[in-house]
Nanobody
Framework: QLQLVESGGGVVQPGGSLRLSCAAA????????MSWYRQAPGKQRELVAD???????MYVGSVKGRFTISRDNAKKMGYLQMNSLKPEDTAVYYC??????????????WGQGTRVTVSS
């Protein structure tokens, strides 16, 4: 079974940077789509970026050009480099690993979340 643990959150001033990490424990991390989601206070959880097993990357519009998602399959690690942070980036950030089974079933794992606060 895959377990995910996020780290790297904290408090940062607008314009600052943080690097979030997601450590995966378990087998075959490399075959999972790895994603970062975030949930701001009073809002629904939303997708921020994802990277599939081949390294194809997608970002949502609000973070394009500021955030960079990456993964190191050998180390079973995922990362989210966040630059030019804005107050609206304040949220709890979650790491997700997803695998689509051949029969259509979805296997989903979530981390516990790491809080990011952007404030002056």
């Amino acid at each position: 079974q895959l377990q995910l643990v996020e780290s790297g959150g904290g408090v940062v001033q607008p314009g600052g940077s943080l690097r979030l990490s997601c450590a995966a424990a378990g087998i075959q991390f490399s075959i999972y789509i790895m994603s970062w989601y975030r949930q701001a206070p009073g809002k629904q959880r939303e997708l921020v970026a994802d990277i599939d097993a081949r390294g194809t990357i997608m970002y949502v519009g609000s973070v394009k050009g500021r955030f960079t998602i990456s993964r190191d399959n050998a180390k079973k690690m995922g990362y989210l480099q966040m630059n030019s942070l804005k107050p609206e980036d304040t949220a709890v950030y979650y790491c997700n690993a997803r695998f689509y089974q051949p029969n259509g079933d979805i296997t989903d794992y979530w981390g516990q979340g790491t809080r990011v606060t952007v404030s002056s």
